[in-house]
């Protein structure tokens, strides 16, 4: 642990590079709670201000660069900018920012979606992930006539009240605050590393679907075996209850085609975003076309049903169409998900080389355009070029050393790297081999400076 006095020396540092971000942070602290518009942002004393991003790298107020791992959230495996989506995102801006009525960009869009996911038929486009999961819910409930839906616990499906409980507390399934208890005994979290628990869950008549983020939780943090996959798609489609990946991250970024083309596993439904706009604001629900029927208003008055309610502003945005379209046409080529990942593995092999030099006993793993940074938090005797995520117990995985975190995470952004809270990052397409050696060199400096 961080002795007090290396704390506040590494506060101290941080604070001499950027006055800028600290006199945005005291006039954002007056009018957002905690500074912030996303939890994710949290850092102590504050984290970077951002005036302007290229490429693997952005810069802050005070003019510091740094390599970029957060990547919008997973949404920019282009990059920041992307030259060929930002001209058609301007391109689009120039007409207007929507309609309020139908144009040839969403039909584009909707193809294109079509042409890469294995599992879609027909796609209904959201302005978020958040509301993609929303709606995917309401289309299984619709679709089953049964009420209770499966998740995992720690796995991420959006913040509304359906989803609220066990992803980072209230595991036992317990409301959080604000959300109606009513509400939150229809989900029932399952152990991701219990089988037969899992099992059990699935044996119940009245569960609509299940939700999972195919590769694990929040992008591989704790992973997901492909066995268990394959059972729940057994499992589900003996007992009609509908397989829902959520692939907000996974999608068009493991592959053009996403984890289900990966794996080879056809889902029910598949919730999208972050990449789907090119990393503007959007997101979808596609899937089998029986289901997406239920927000069709022919195929329900001639089935005699009532349609499913789903209007949105900026549901099919064109702005969002642009420059989704665009970002998923450079993507079908199927180069740019195979370079993240490549940027990806070399990171996770080249930290661990460094742990292990230095006598660290922890673990960077993942998969994919994934890193995560396993900190040991119970003093577990591990290998960093060995470890396996597998054989640690999902809520050690989990459970994260604040503090540590913090301080690794403020000592990076003085090297000049920008990572989450996970903690770890997201690589891209735009990540350069002087990147990776950089960051490298960067986590070695950081962890110096942790150790002094």
Known sequence: MLKPSGERDLIAAYRRRTPGSAELFERAQQVLPSGITHDSRFLKPYGPYVRTAAGARKTDVDGNEYIDYFG?????????????VTRAAQEALVHSTQYGASHEL???????????LPAAQRVRFTASGTEATLLALRLARAFTGRDKIVRFKSHFHGW???????????????PTPGVLAEVARQTVLVDPDEPTEIDAALDATDVAAVFVEPTGSSFGMIPMREETLARLRERTEASG?????????TGFR??????????????????????VAGGLPGGAVAGRKEIL???????????????????????GNPVSAAAGITALEIIEKGEVCARANH???TLRVRMNEVLASKGVPWSVYGTFSAFHLFMNPDGRKIDPVTFSAFDVPWKVLKSKP????????????????????????????????????????????????LRS
């Open 343 to 345: 940027v990806g593995e």
């Open 160 to 174: 509304h009240d359906h989803m609220a409980s066990g992803y980072v507390s209230h595991f036992d399934g317990a």
């Open 254 to 275: 493991v592959s053009p085609g996403g984890a289900q083309q990966v794996y080879g596993i056809r889902p029910d439904l598949t919730t999208l975003a972050k990449i």
């Open 402 to 449: 604040d503090e540590a975190v913090n301080a690794l995470r403020l000592a990076l952004l003085i090297e000049g790297v920008d990572i989450s809270g996970w903690p770890g990052g997201i690589t891209s397409a735009a990540h350069s081999d002087e990147d990776v050696d950089q960051t490298v060199e960067a986590f070695s400096r950081a962890l110096d400076r």
């Open 72 to 84: 919008g959230h997973g949404a920019l495996i282009l990059g920041h900018a992307h030259p060929e």
């Open 241 to 249: 209850t509908l397989l829902i990946f959520d692939e907000v991250i």
């Open 106 to 116: 969403e039909v584009i869009w909707a193809e294109t979606v079509l042409r890469l």
């Open 293 to 315: 029927d239920q927000l069709d208003f022919d195929a329900m008055a001639a089935a005699g049903k009532p349609k499913i309610l789903h209007p949105g502003t900026f549901n």
